[in-house]
T-cell receptor, first 115, second 114 residues
Framework: GQSLEQPSEVTAVEGAIVQINCTYQ??????LSWYQQHDGGAPTFLSY????GLEETGRFSSFLSRSDSYGYLLLQELQMKDSASYFC????????????????FGKGTKLSVIP | EAGVVQSPRYKIIEKKQPVAFWCNPI?????LYWYRQNLGQGPELLIR????????DSQLPKDRFSAERLKGVDSTLKIQPAELGDSAVYLC????????????FGPGTRLTVL
């Protein structure tokens, strides 16, 4: 089976930096994705890490350590519009077949940005 | 480019009634996914299609849930009969292929079963 752990809630001040951690346990692993979801909205893709290291896209960066089964999403220069839920998702549950493309989501981290 | 379209956006039904959800993916996306998202949880995959073939339906409760994707474009997810525990948001997503890292989600259908 697979399990992902991420903090349920995080609060940060506008303009600050926040890091949302994700640890996972999985029988097969191809990569770690991050999605953002505003209340009542659709999840939107932020990033995907298949290899160890840091990927940067504007104010958002994502990091992966395969040996530690750990990743994080870093949000810089926080804005009020960044208030949303952030989900990490592991791609791959089984090492072969249909499961290798399966995306398993964590329970999400609700980020509140305060003035 | 139009996004993933879903309808209806909201549905309220009595338990034991049937319900159907419709999804039209992004044009050219061969892979289509149905997810269920319970309140305070992440999306959970129900079924994945590659073109018109259901290639991963291991998590679809087949006693009451069914899905189809005729002609490999739009798709319908049905529940019959609905139970109280089926109340959730049903999300449809699509991607160019199953190996594509980015999935594009629709706005979802919020189902309430009374």
């Amino acid at each position: 089976g697979q399990s992902l752990e991420q903090p349920s809630e995080v609060t940060a001040v506008e303009g600050a930096i926040v890091q949302i951690n994700c640890t996972y346990q999985t029988s097969g692993f191809y990569g770690l994705s991050w999605y953002q979801q505003h209340d009542g909205g659709a999840p939107t893709f932020l990033s995907y890490n298949a290899l160890d290291g840091l990927e940067e896209t504007g104010r958002f960066s994502s990091f992966l350590s395969r040996s530690d089964s750990y990743g994080y999403l870093l949000l810089q220069e926080l804005q009020m519009k960044d208030s949303a839920s952030y989900f990490c998702a592991v791609r791959g549950g089984l090492s072969t077949g249909a499961g290798s493309y399966q995306l398993t989501f964590g329970k999400g981290t609700k980020l509140s940005v305060i003035p | 480019e139009a996004g993933v379209v879903q309808s209806p956006r909201y549905k309220i039904i009595e338990k034991k009634q049937p319900v159907a959800f419709w999804c039209n993916p992004i044009s050219g996306h061969n892979t289509l996914y149905w997810y269920r998202q319970n309140l305070g949880q992440g999306p959970e995959l129900l079924i994945r299609y590659e073109n018109e073939e259901a290639v991963d339906d291991s998590q679809l409760p087949k006693d009451r849930f069914s899905a189809e994707r005729l002609k490999g474009v739009d798709s319908t997810l049905k529940i019959q009969p609905a139970e109280l525990g089926d109340s959730a948001v049903y999300l449809c997503a699509s991607s160019h292929s199953p190996s594509t890292s980015e999935q594009f989600f629709g706005p979802g259908t919020r189902l309430t079963v009374l």
